[in-house]
């Protein structure tokens, strides 16, 4: 407690380092693929294969609320934003005619997707429903939703 203002602060850092860990994951194992498409797939199986190993540093991230009224600092808010960037980033070659925002919202749709099969996973709601397999799962998400983004146009 002498080096942190609360709980709430230790746990923001511990979610940090957690942030940092699977950042560090998704590029190493994304930098295996020169093809953006194959890099965005490879994001996805990164982010199940964290939850997986690392189920209780991952859902302490998602699960930890602040008191109402209190915000996430700047420097947690900007974690969090690397790993959208990292997904946008590899989005643009694929539809480079869409918007800067129809590729942020694309990015957010993507992400929310592959989070809600990690929670499902995890709390194994999806064993019930008769899923063999999370990451086939996740790769028919990602390149079902990848294919209309890049093939069609609104």
Known sequence: YLV????????????ARTL???????LEEQARHSDPMARLLQL???YIRFADREPHRWELVFEH????GQEPPDW????VARMFALVEANLRPLASDRSAKEI???AAALWSGVHGICILAISKQLDVAGVDSVQELTHSL???Y????VDTHD
């Open 44 to 46: 996805g199986h990164s």
């Open 104 to 106: 942020k919202q694309a």
């Open 146 to 149: 990848l294919k209309g983004f």
């Open 76 to 79: 947690f808010r900007e974690k």
């Open 65 to 68: 609320r602040l008191p109402e």
């Open 20 to 26: 940092d860990r699977l950042h560090d994951l998704m």
């Open 142 to 144: 990602m390149s079902n």
């Open 4 to 15: 942190f203002d609360n709980l709430d602060d230790l746990i923001m850092h511990i979610n």
